[in-house]
């Protein structure tokens, strides 16, 4: 059964930075895309960013663009974003996920099949 593990979401002070890491297992993980979203309280969860299963290609969502970095080391299972210059607005719980689609790169949650737990990002002013 796959299973994904967030972790690496703390309180940050605006400015700092955070490296989220997300574990997967049960799945041939250098085979499929994954993905970051993220949910805000009282929002709808959204895109933002994804990486290809061998990592050439990479997309992000405008409003962390040139802010986040995602990667991935497929001998390790593992996925990373690594966010940057942090603001008050990315306070969110973090999530990943893995996309079986050809799709994925539309961003639509609606294309990742699988989801984890999620890790608590909070950024303070």
């Known amino acids: 059964q796959v299973q994904l593990v967030e972790s690496g979401g703390e309180l940050v002070q605006a400015g700092g930075s955070l490296r989220l890491s997300c574990a997967a297992s049960?799945?041939?993980?250098?085979?499929?895309?994954m993905g970051w979203f993220r949910q805000a309280p009282g929002k709808e969860r959204e895109f933002v960013s994804a990486?290809?299963?061998?990592?050439?290609?990479?997309r992000y969502a405008d409003s962390v663009k040139g802010r986040f970095t995602i990667s991935r080391d497929n001998a390790k299972n593992t996925v990373y974003l690594q966010m940057n210059s942090l603001k008050p607005e990315d306070t969110a719980i973090y999530s990943c996920a893995v996309s079986l689609s050809s799709s994925w790169y539309s961003g639509s949650r609606y294309e990742y099949k699988y989801w984890g737990q999620g890790t608590q990002v909070t950024v303070s002013s």
């Open positions: 990486i290809s299963n061998g990592g050439g290609s990479l």
């Open positions: 049960g799945l041939t993980f250098g085979s499929y895309a």
